[in-house]
């Protein structure tokens, strides 16, 4: 057996665990429909990303000499993929289908247009006079006529006008324009304690033939298709064009990338499907046949209309030591604070930034950015800084992957404000996540001080991410941020660090010496013992060095919610690796490592996955927990994820992503337990 499990399988296995949560009849009726909306938008930029890029690879000229992780030929691997995918959407639409007998029993039905009654129906047409057909554009396909260009943001509709002259058939496609103010789901008249739900989809093929009046034919169908598109970034080296143009540029080449997926109505008439994959020009690999429906993601959006059917979402708690109104700066004088989102709220990092922009003692803020809310409160904290006279920098990452446009728009409102802009290299992207605000205490005297955090700027994904952040008036910790954005100022600047440990740099290297510091305990006969928690565990180099540890008899604890290319638990090679997996309400996306082998556990929280890239490829910072009281708190936060006997999956066997339930234990969910646990915090420092 190779002793590596292969990336791209792991991820699908991880998938499978979001479809674990769709199939939990203990997890509320209407979250499961929305968790399955989770799982369609992992395949679709899973096939869009990973599956492109080993299409990619088999194409290339280094395939034959190629072996990837688990020992899988390019090829083979991307058989075995493609199976994989296709097994998991047939899966899907068992799970789909389950789900909608439950919501029948529960009077919320999803109609499709042969369901109607007459009051339904003339409200569908009504709907779409005055909402929907704005937004129509037929495109008739003719045999001598290109067909224009496809986006795969989009779904559409194959459209057959049959007149019993397969010579005269007429063929169409209708792009359904989803859309905030025409939503993919329209809520129907319904009877008192009844919920009748219909796909945009449905409510166009009602109205075929308000569209195409002026035709001839004795029936007309419509068959839900989409494309799935290399989802790639390429930019090119023109020496004399901006980054920002450049990637703008990729932009429009990932937009029109080429196609990986066809995905149709398995309905579809031969004749219909052959027309499309002609003027498509696609390859078989491309067609999977599905279902009437497509780009489910949607299911996210499903429309609230039984609250006693979805997860209740508890209300994100206050920090103990951070009072509203109050200064943070002067707390954080007296103490580092540890935030753990979302139970406490992320509006303490806001409320970081406003105090920032407007006390007269601040001379300069600086941030580094990846994904932001759309609305973002952290854009205006920092637009209003610039116009109270601070100067402000912003260190925008524009690539990172399908919020490139969004960060582009970003960057024209922060520098009308004044804000001052720093791109990332275009190899070496910014990924991590850290405030450094510049203070002056007295005339002659400055006072830093820092944030640093395992998650991205963004009050919205804290919500629903369960993240990390630290604040610290620590001087070592101001120097090192000064260091980095003295480095993001001009990449040819050397520099080192005295707490922080910083990829593509030293976090490589330092992870290095304390796994073997670990390793010599060990050999020693002395306690030594390695926990991380992180999103992805995939570099081969720490993959081997961890069981490299477990074979000297350290013992390694692994939380990894992804991907994990780490076997534990395997005879000879990793005995003294144990590894789960917790997917729950919240996204598990805090990155923690403790290494316990000089008597008081040194602990950092990180933004880096262990991936090869964000070791080697991007600026990642690692920061130590110097507070004894915040270590402790951490490795309770751990130890609660580690006891986990309800969410928790077994990594020994991830084809079979079985619960770790305890039978004789008390069950443990992780997150109830740690929402409780800072409950409880909040509760005791008000009395």
């Not at 989809?201 to 033939?209: P, Q």
């Not at 937009?255 to 390859?283: A, N, W």
């Not at 690999?285 to 599905?290: F, H, R, S």
């Not at 330092?510 to 510091?517: D, P, R």
């Amino acid at each position: 057996m190779e002793s590596l499990y292969n990336r791209e399988l792991s991820w699908l296995s991880f998938n499978r665990r979001v479809m674990q949560e769709a199939e939990d009849p203990s997890v509320p009726l209407m979250q499961r429909l929305r968790f399955l909306g989770i799982h369609a938008n992992n395949n679709d930029e899973f096939i869009k990303v990973r599956f492109a890029n080993l299409i990619r690879l088999t194409q290339s000229s280094e395939a034959k000499n190629t072996v990837l992780s688990g020992g899988y030929k390019p090829h083979e691997l991307l058989c075995l993929v493609d199976r994989e995918v296709r097994t998991a959407q047939q899966t899907f639409t068992e799970v789909y289908k389950q789900i909608l007998d439950e919501m029948a029993n529960e009077a919320i039905h999803v109609l499709d247009e042969t369901m109607l009654n007459e009051e339904q129906r003339q409200f569908c047409r009504d709907y779409f006079l005055d909402v929907v057909s704005p937004g129509i554009v037929p495109l008739l396909l003719r045999k001598t006529q290109q067909i224009p260009f496809l986006p795969d943001t989009e779904i559409y509709h194959a459209v057959c006008m049959e007149s019993g002259d397969s010579r005269k058939t007429l063929f169409a496609i209708l792009r359904i324009p989803v859309s905030k103010a025409c939503p993919r789901f329209v809520q129907l008249p319904s009877s008192a304690g009844t919920h009748n739900i219909m796909f945009l989809d449905d409510i166009i093929r009602i109205c075929l033939d308000d569209i195409f009046f002026i035709f001839n034919y004795k029936r007309i169908r419509a068959f839900t298709f989409k494309l799935v598109r290399d989802a790639s970034l390429n930019l090119d080296d023109d020496p004399y064009k901006s980054f920002l143009e450049k990637m703008e540029e990729g932009l429009e080449q990932r937009v029109r990338g080429r196609l990986v997926r066809f995905i149709y109505d398995q309905e579809m008439p031969t004749d219909l499907l052959r027309t499309l994959v002609s003027k498509l020009k696609l390859k078989q690999i491309a067609l999977e046949p599905g279902r009437s429906y497509h780009m489910m993601r949607d299911l996210m959006t499903f429309p609230v209309v039984r609250p006693d059917l979805e997860e209740k979402h508890a209300l994100a708690l206050h920090h103990p030591h951070l009072a509203p109104f109050s200064s943070i700066f002067r707390k954080i004088d007296n103490r580092d604070i540890l935030l753990v989102f979302p139970y406490q709220n992320f509006n303490h990092v806001i409320d970081f930034l406003r105090e920032a922009a407007i006390s007269p003692k601040v001379k300069s803020i600086h941030i580094t950015l990846y994904r932001l809310a759309p609305d973002s409160k952290i854009v205006t904290a920092l637009v209003s800084a610039a116009q109270n006279g601070k100067e402000v920098s912003a260190y925008v990452e524009l690539l990172a992957r399908f919020s490139e446009q969004h960060n582009a728009s970003v960057i024209n409102t922060l520098q009308e404000a004044g804000v001052q802009i720093i791109y990332s290299s275009s190899t070496l992207k910014i990924h991590c996540k850290i405030i450094l605000v510049q203070y002056n205490e007295h005339k002659h005297a400055n006072k830093n001080y820092v944030y640093i955090g395992t998650g991205n700027f963004n009050e919205d994904s804290a919500q629903l991410f369960s993240d990390i952040g630290l604040m610290t008036a620590n001087a070592s910790f101001a120097d090192d941020a000064r260091s980095i954005f003295k480095f993001l100022n001009n990449m040819h600047h050397r520099f080192s660090c005295k707490k922080f440990l910083v990829s593509p740099y030293n976090l490589r290297k330092s992870l290095n010496k304390f796994i073997s510091s670990e390793i010599d305990a060990a050999k020693k006969g002395k306690k030594s013992y390695i926990w991380i928690k992180c999103n992805t565990l995939t570099d081969e180099k720490i993959s081997r060095l961890l069981y490299k540890a477990s074979q000297h008899g350290v013992q390694v604890r692994l939380i990894v919610r992804g991907a994990c290319c780490v076997r534990p638990q395997v005879p000879g090679l990793s005995e003294n690796i144990w590894a789960i997996s917790i997917v729950d309400h919240y996204l598990e996306h805090a990155r923690l490592m403790f290494f316990g082998s000089k008597g008081d556990e040194t602990v950092y929280i990180s933004s880096a996955d262990l991936m090869t890239r964000n070791l080697d490829r991007r600026v990642e910072v690692a920061a130590p927990v110097l507070d004894k009281h915040l270590r402790e708190e951490l490795r309770y936060f751990f130890e609660t994820q580690w006891a986990d006997n309800v969410k928790a999956r077994n990594l020994a066997f991830p084809e079979e992503n079985g619960y770790l339930s305890a039978v004789s234990a008390a069950p443990v969910r992780a997150q109830t337990a740690l929402y409780g646990f800072y409950a409880n915090r909040v509760h005791k420092a008000d009395l």
